[in-house]
């Protein structure tokens, strides 16, 4: 209890110093990196040490250095990679570079990793622990880890989770925290997730009673895990019983681990297999408070493009709270949610005005007069960057980070709305992917348009014939004309042909785009397109990821995509497509 009000109180003081804490932090990072290679060409000789008062160093930093995208520190990081230890971008040694997961752009990037990046991830853990308030038992956590490699220059590459999982902060965290994941380090790094997912849920169940919650980084892997428990739970009882591990499980450090944990206990597969029994015939409604009896919620990143497996993640939490996860990046963690006891879909996160040195890019919608796509990342009016300090309440804004693993004033392309305040620190909605947009003509629509028109359209089915929609995306099909809006929707249960229909209709109505609404009447943009994938489809997209580097753990579908590999899969899956009526 002492530790939770100490980071509390760590937490509301400089949230109502934020201000004076971004003036440090500013101050911090361009001291501790004075005179590397990237300063040096846009501020020259400055000595910033002897720069006294805040006003002038942030004078100094706006007005010297530009706003910079991912694409002007990939020329450094490619140099960092290939070996070059000079003080490229940070003076400190760069050892360790995190890669992106590529779902967004179809490619990896390079992003730094710093002890300074798994310490920020340890403190945002243990603050949003804190607020719930809740900890002290085992944890059922699905993490996971993908392989480390190393470049040519000898630099280790992995997912940012892959390194924090590595870490020494949390291999301390597990050892001296009174809360720990069920799962040992070998299930977390085994790099196969499906083995390890294996793992995870048989080592949940063997300490059923303990749990006191459950979690994982997104939304997504907690139901794509309880996918597997639906399917294999006969086999997890069989092993409990008896102390045995399923010959799918073939990595040896992982079955030696799992092993050393297990004794016989059959009393508790049968208690399993009978609730088991009971939740088949209920469509495994109320799957976690029935297998977990003492577990108190459900904790993860529950907001933006995890939002469509709220209903799903709902259905098998059986009333237990969903506890919306914090907001962050590859870059950087930037929020807190402070009232984690509020639904997902109204959370917010309070910025941590220590992390990193944030800048905010005021947005006005516009109507484009342009009938090119390349206008997409265009789509707003820009104000200038303006400090933490002067955001205001109801406007959105683009993000810029400057942080201590060398990046400096780089568009993060989040776009997301002030909310309110915590103290002085603001408290954000995030509203989408900025490059992520569908437009075909004047038409803008964000991936959270694309996801209120999936959620009218999947309603309708659900009402009508009982199918579940497991996952969806979206592009702007441009090679004939007029282009038009093509979503792909992957379903659970049978629809006939005239339900898809009206759900297509129902879709292309909801748009609710200006531009969108004027070029459908003036059909410059055709009827949108519903095709309708064979099952699996977006497994295929998560196992290339994974395969080529990604972590079950970083993994997230875009709603609205681009990714020519992405298409290729679906395109090939898709079974029968049907186009709107709306506006016939």
């Known amino acids: 209890m002492e530790g939770e009000e100490d980071i509390i109180g760590w937490f509301e003081q400089v949230s109502s110093e934020a201000a004076l804490a971004q003036s440090r932090t500013l101050r911090k990072i361009l001291q501790q990196n004075y005179g590397v290679e990237y300063l040096k060409k846009w501020v020259g000789d400055?000595?910033?040490?002897?720069?006294?008062?805040?006003?002038?160093?942030?004078?100094?930093?706006?007005?010297?250095?530009?706003?910079?995208?991912?694409?002007?520190?990939?020329?450094?990081?490619?140099?960092?990679?290939?070996?070059?230890?000079?003080?490229?971008?940070?003076?400190?040694?760069?050892?360790?570079?995190?890669?992106?997961?590529?779902?967004?752009?179809?490619?990896?990037?390079?992003?730094?990793?710093?002890?300074?990046?798994?310490?920020?991830?340890?403190?945002?853990?243990?603050?949003?622990?804190?607020?719930?308030?809740?900890?002290?038992?085992?944890?059922?956590?699905?993490?996971?880890?993908?392989?480390?490699?190393?470049?040519?220059?000898?630099?280790?590459?992995?997912?940012?989770?892959?390194?924090?999982?590595?870490?020494?902060?949390?291999?301390?965290k597990q050892l001296k925290t009174k809360s720990f994941t069920c799962s040992p380090q070998e299930v977390i790094t085994g790099c196969d997730y499906k083995q390890s997912t294996y793992c995870h849920l048989l080592l949940g169940l063997l300490y059923s009673e303990e749990v006191e919650f459950v979690t994982s980084t997104f939304a997504y892997t907690i139901v794509q895990a309880f996918n597997q428990l639906e399917e294999s739970w006969e086999e997890m009882i069989h092993d409990l019983s008896h102390a045995?591990?399923?010959?799918?499980?073939?990595?040896?450090?992982?079955?030696?681990?799992?092993?050393?944990?297990?004794?016989?206990?059959?009393?508790?597969?049968?208690?399993?297999?009978?609730?088991?029994?009971?939740?088949?015939?209920?469509?495994?409604?109320?799957?976690?408070?029935?297998?977990?009896?003492?577990?108190?919620?459900?904790?993860?990143?529950?907001?933006?493009?995890?939002?469509?497996?709220?209903?799903?993640?709902?259905?098998?939490?059986?009333?237990?709270?969903?506890?919306?996860?914090?907001?962050?990046?590859?870059?950087?963690?930037?929020?807190?949610?402070?009232?984690?006891?509020?639904?997902?879909?109204?959370?917010?996160?309070?910025?941590?005005?220590?992390?990193?040195?944030?800048?905010?890019?005021?947005?006005?919608?516009?109507?484009?007069?342009?009938s090119s796509a390349d206008t997409a990342i265009h789509d707003f009016l820009e104000g200038q960057p303006i400090a933490l300090s002067e955001v205001k309440i109801g406007?959105?804004?683009?993000?810029?980070?400057?942080?201590?693993?060398?990046?400096?004033?780089?568009?993060?392309?989040?776009?997301?709305?002030?909310?309110?305040?915590?103290?002085?620190?603001?408290?954000?909605?995030?509203?989408?992917?900025?490059?992520?947009?569908?437009?075909?003509?004047?038409?803008?629509?964000?991936?959270?348009?694309?996801?209120l028109a999936v959620e009218r359209g999947s309603q309708l089915m659900s009402q009508l014939s009982g199918a579940e929609l497991v996952d969806f995306t979206s592009y702007a099909e441009l090679s004939n004309q007029p282009g038009h809006y093509v979503i792909f929707w992957e379903l659970k249960g049978d629809v006939n042909d005239k339900v898809l229909g009206m759900c297509c209709s129902e879709m292309d109505a909801a748009f609710v785009d200006y531009g969108y609404v004027v070029s459908r009447k003036a059909n410059s943009i055709g009827p949108l397109e519903l095709r309708i994938v064979e099952r699996g489809s977006f497994n295929k997209i998560l196992e290339h990821y994974i395969g080529n580097g990604a972590a079950l753990s970083q993994f997230k579908t875009p709603r609205c995509t681009t990714n020519h590999f992405l298409l290729n899969i679906l395109n090939l899956s898709t079974l029968k497509s049907f186009f709107s009526t709306a506006y016939a």
């Open 244 to 370: 045995t591990l399923s010959s799918r499980i073939d990595i040896p450090e992982i079955r030696k681990a799992v092993l050393k944990v297990m004794s016989p206990k059959p009393e508790l597969g049968w208690k399993i297999r009978r609730v088991c029994e009971e939740l088949m015939k209920e469509g495994w409604l109320g799957l976690i408070p029935k297998l977990w009896p003492n577990c108190k919620y459900v904790y993860s990143i529950m907001t933006g493009s995890m939002q469509p497996y709220l209903k799903k993640l709902r259905h098998y939490g059986g009333g237990l709270p969903l506890v919306s996860g914090d907001y962050g990046s590859t870059e950087s963690w930037i929020g807190v949610n402070v009232d984690p006891y509020l639904p997902p879909e109204n959370v917010t996160f309070a910025v941590i005005p220590t992390f990193s040195y944030f800048e905010f890019i005021p947005l006005f919608k516009q109507h484009a007069t342009t």
């Open 46 to 172: 400055v000595n910033i040490h002897e720069i006294p008062d805040d006003f002038t160093l942030h004078s100094i930093f706006t007005s010297s250095i530009p706003l910079s995208s991912h694409a002007h520190f990939e020329p450094f990081l490619q140099r960092i990679a290939d070996g070059d230890s000079s003080p490229l971008l940070t003076q400190q040694p760069i050892t360790t570079l995190s890669l992106s997961s590529g779902t967004t752009e179809g490619r990896q990037k390079y992003v730094p990793f710093t002890p300074h990046s798994a310490q920020t991830t340890l403190l945002i853990f243990r603050l949003a622990a804190a607020y719930r308030s809740r900890d002290g038992g085992k944890i059922l956590e699905f993490i996971y880890s993908s392989k480390q490699t190393k470049t040519k220059g000898g630099i280790t590459t992995g997912t940012a989770t892959t390194h924090y999982y590595a870490s020494e902060e949390f291999k301390i």
């Open 395 to 451: 406007q959105q804004y683009e993000l810029v980070l400057t942080t201590f693993t060398g990046l400096y004033r780089c568009r993060l392309g989040d776009v997301v709305e002030v909310a309110g305040f915590h103290n002085k620190t603001p408290k954000l909605n995030f509203i989408c992917r900025r490059k992520l947009v569908l437009t075909v003509n004047i038409d803008k629509n964000t991936e959270k348009d694309v996801q």
